[in-house]
C-alpha cells in the first residue's frame, strides 16, 4: 500500500533527468526536507530512497515535536554522470518547477549532493526552499546544526552507558567525513574522543591527519573496537551481517537510513547494542533551519531546540527500557502518537 500522501515524477524539461517529489505526510503541517541529487542504478532506485527518506522525515518533524511534515526530493542521475555548472542549473530549476508546482505542501533543503548555493537556485523560482545562503535571507548551512544535535544524541546515550555526558576518553568511530561527519569528528576531538574515522575518499585521509584520528577503511571500520560507532554517511549500513560484527556499545549518528532491514533494529538490541533511531539523531539540521526561517525564533533559541535532542533521546532510552522495547520501537510509537493526534478531529476520542 502506498503510505504516501502523494508522489510526483518528472523527467525534467531541461535536464531529461528523473525527477522525484515524495510528500509523505502534511498532517503535522507543510512537508519539509532536503534535495538528494545522488547517482542511482535508476530511476526505480531512486524513486524508492524517496520514499523511504521522505517517510523518515515525518518521523523526524514527529519525534522532534515540530509541525511541519515529511517530503524527499531526489534527482536520479545515472552511475558515473559528471555535473558541470549548466547542467546542475539546469537540474534545480526543474526540481524548483516541480516544487512549485505543489503549491507549498513541500520545502526543500539541502541534503547528500547539495548545498545552500543550490538553495538559492531553486529559490529564485519558489519560496519554498530553505538553507538559502545567508545573505539571501535564508540560514545557510544546516551541517553544523545536524553534527551540533548529534552530539546532543550521543551525550544522552554516553550518561545511560558510563553515567556521564561527556564524550572526554571515549573512542569512537566516526564513517565518513562529509560536511556532517567532519564536523562532527571535530566537536569529539575538541572534547577530548578518541577517534578512528573513514571515508569513501581516501583523500579525506588529511582531515583525519589533522584531527589525530586514526584512519581505517571503510570495509573494517564497522567492526572497530570502540564505544561507539557513529554512521555519518550514505544509508544501509546496518545490515544483519554488520550488526553481528559490530564490537561497540552503541551506534549513534546522522546517516539517514542507517538499517538495510527494520529487522536490524532488533538483531542490535538483542545483542545489548544501543541504536539511536537514525531520524532522532539527525534532526539537528531540520530544527535549526525550521525555527529559523519558519518559526522565526533567535539563534540561541534554534540551537536550545536543537540541544533539546539529548532530553528526547534521554526520554526514548528510558521507555524503550521501562516497556522492554528497542529505542526504535519506543521512537516509531512516540511519532504515531503524535501523527494520530494531528489527525483526529477535535472532539473525537
Ligand atoms: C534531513 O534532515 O534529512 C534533511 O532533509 C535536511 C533538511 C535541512 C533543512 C531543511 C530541510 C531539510
Known sequence: MLDHEQVAIHTGRRSRLPVIVAVHSTALGPAAGGLRLWHYPDWRAGFTDALRLSAAMTSKFAVAGLPSGGGKAVVALPEGMELDADRRRDILRDVADAIASLSGAYATGPDVGTSPDDMAVIGETTPHVFCRPAHL???????????????????????RLYGTSSLGGRSLAVIGLGRVGAGLARLLAAEGAVLTVTDID?????????????????????????????????????????????????????ANNQLATPDVADLLHQRDIIW?????????????AVSTELHRVSADEARARVRAIEDTVDALLDTAQRHGQTPAQAASELARRRLSAAVRPTGSP
Not at 583525519?208 to 560507532?229: K, T
Not at 539511536?276 to 535549526?288: C, F, H, L, Q, R
Open 202 to 254: 581516501p583523500d579525506e585521509q588529511k582531515i583525519s591527519d589533522g584531527l589525530g584520528a586514526v584512519w581505517r577503511s571503510p570495509d573494517e571500520i564497522l567492526a572497530a573496537d570502540v564505544d561507539i560507532v557513529v554512521p555519518a554517511a550514505l544509508g544501509s549500513v546496518l545490515t544483519r551481517q554488520t550488526a553481528a560484527d559490530l564490537r561497540c556499545r552503541a551506534v549513534v549518528g546522522p
Open 276 to 288: 539511536v533511531p537514525d531520524y532522532v539523531a539527525s534532526a539537528g539540521g531540520v530544527i535549526d
Open 137 to 159: 535571507g535564508g540560514s545557510g548551512d544546516s551541517s553544523p546544526h545536524t553534527a551540533q544535535g548529534t552530539l546532543a544524541a550521543l551525550r544522552a546515550v554516553s550518561r
